[in-house]
T-cell receptor, first 114, second 114 residues
Framework: DQQVKQNSPSLSVQEGRISILNCDYT??????FLWYKKYPAEGPTFLIS?????DKNEDGRFTVFLNKSAKHLSLHIVPSQPGDSAVYFC?????????????FGKGTSLLVTP | NAGVTQTPKFQVLKTGQSMTLQCAQD?????MYWYRQDPGMGLRLIYY???????DKGEVPNGYNVSRLNKREFSLRLESAAPSQTSVYFC?????????????FGAGTRLSVL
């Protein structure tokens, strides 16, 4: 049973505009969330994370928002650039684990067009 | 600046053949992981090693074995390959006891079982 869900398989955005990628989770024990970016033929690379004690974390053009009551998080990319075209995975960790495995969503493929 | 290195990058096997996928990290991380990624799916955990000398099953361990050879190396073995094991395999590592678990991934091994 998928505990981390990315319901949009793909998203297309024009360069310069905002990209919003969404992620929902079902396990209320999750308390740490990460976004990974993956280019074809490469491994995923860490992008940004957020702890459940926060509702927002920002790093340059990337901002992650967490709504715990809705069990929903989103990744905002502003402004979007063609180099942002990749698959984005949302992942989550339960409370108390620092060496355990991530629960991944299926990913959203972002295409940023010039 | 190697990070996580996986070998081989590509492999074609016949049903019933065996092989070992190798993974090494040079970041002095305690924890290591093996994932598989199938089309339209997120990454699913096969096995992980929280620290040297320990291994545990993940979500999809059937048909695989692992060995944590030392702190740097974590191998994945397919004893009798099946077409259902055609996939892209990713190795990852993380530091134990960090604030939370940022995993660093290798570039992947693309395996086809005919």
């Amino acid at each position: 049973d998928q505990q981390v869900k990315q319901n949009s398989p793909s998203l297309s955005v024009q360069e310069g505009r905002i990209s919003i990628l969404n992620c929902d989770y079902t396990n209320s024990m999750f308390d740490y969330f990460l976004w990974y970016k993956k280019y074809p033929a490469e491994g995923p690379t860490f992008l940004i994370s957020i702890s459940s004690i926060k509702d927002k974390n920002e790093d340059g053009r990337f901002t992650v928002f967490l709504n715990k009551s809705a069990k929903h998080l989103s990744l905002h990319i502003v402004p979007s650039q063609p180099g942002d075209s990749a698959v984005y995975f949302c992942a989550a960790l339960p409370q108390g684990d620092s060496g355990y495995a991530l629960n991944f969503g299926k990913g959203t493929s972002l295409l940023v067009t010039p | 600046n190697a990070g996580v290195t996986q070998t081989p990058k590509f492999q074609v096997l016949k049903t019933g053949q065996s092989m070992t996928l190798q993974c090494a990290q040079d970041m002095n991380h305690n924890s290591m992981y093996w994932y598989r990624q199938d089309p339209g799916m997120g990454l699913r955990l096969i096995y992980y090693s929280a620290s040297e000398g320990t291994t545990d099953k993940g979500e999809v361990p059937n048909g695989y074995n692992v060995s944590r050879l030392n702190k740097r190396e974590f191998s994945l073995r397919l004893e009798s390959a099946a077409p259902s094991q055609t996939s892209v395999y990713f190795c990852a590592s993380s530091a134990w006891g960090t604030a939370k678990n940022i995993q660093y991934f290798g570039a992947g091994t693309r395996l086809s079982v005919l």
